[in-house]
């Protein structure tokens, strides 16, 4: 359990699945990332729930037996709010809340709530409204409870259903003014990221909280906000870095996660052309955190889905100084030795061999093993800077 730090933090009860795509184990890892995510959020969890189910129930997500189970913990324990792992249907939705009676959130929900309340500027503002409307649209029928409109019948016809089509409208309309509002600003950081220069771009990517702003804070020499919570960087940071004799820019953006919601990643189009547009990308991970491969898989996905897949990239594995393996006794010959056995120089023994020189093992915390990064960096920076400008190479030579 996360450490309670704030008696104001809402009471909150995870849900989750066990099938065929996610087993125990899987979905054990699904709700301690849930966990985390609803403490960034400012909420304590009392407990989790979770049911083997081949596919979710369309009307409840869960069964009957384990929503009354689910509902009898909230009561007792006055729990405010109840937070499923997948997304939920507008229906479902609103049926939980009828049974349960209290606020019931998704993942994707969840989400949403942590960039709203982490947006600082006037532009991550503007793409986080824009995904919150996308998703409310299909979900304001539920959040006419007061009108007892579910019910239908005599008197229950006209003006209810004319007071939702408003609302529908007025969101509608909402929506087309923040696109053409964003569409404008997207042009305008086209234009800055145009008049940059023919620089170099790098960019930071990886999963959330594997430490990029840590590791921009320490490259560039600035102050970029950072913090042992989800989501703690919205908006891209892009700072000018000298290598020894070499410029280029170091952009740090949004960090990644499973499951990330359609509407973030639509919204956050700008951001992500950060990435499309560098040259090359460090791809940080948090070697400490026991499922980091999947990690890898997830920034992997995204990378695919934004067609940046074919970009160099150089795998940051950030964090040795808080890695540990589990050991296994001389004389233990029943345990299976697996990947949570391995040191360090084990996993270089991996697939992360094939990659050579691209792969590192840093602390961006302590400074460990940062000289090494510096030189991969700018070995890779250069062989770009060369490509481009020809013509500048007698200056590398002279210096080396």
Known sequence: MLEKTDLSYEKVVLVGIVNQSQDEQKSKEYLDELEFLTFTAGGEVLARFTQKLDVPNPKTFIGTGKLEEVAAFVVENEVGTVVFDDELTP???????RELKVKILDRTGLILDIFAQ???????????????????????????????????GIGMRGPGETEIETDRRIVRDRIALLKK????????????RSNRGALVRVALIGYTNVGKSTLMNVISKSEVFAENKLFATLDTTVRKVVIENLPFLLSDTVGFIRKLPTQLVESFKSTLDEVREADLLLHVVDISHPNFEEHIASVNQILGEIGCADKPVIMVFNKIDAYRHEVIAADDLATERTSRHFTLEDWRATWMQKMGADVLFISALNKENLEEFRQVVYEKVKGIHITRFPYNNFLYEKIE
């Open 181 to 192: 509002k964003l569409t404008a600003i997207d042009k305008q950081m086209a234009t800055q």
């Open 118 to 152: 982490r947006a600082q500027t006037s532009y991550a503002r503007t793409q986080v409204e824009l995904a919150q409307y996308e998703y409310l649209l299909p979900r304001l029928t539920g959040l006419w409870t007061h009108l007892e409109r579910q019910r239908g």
């Open 91 to 97: 229906a479902q939705q609103k049926n939980i809340e």
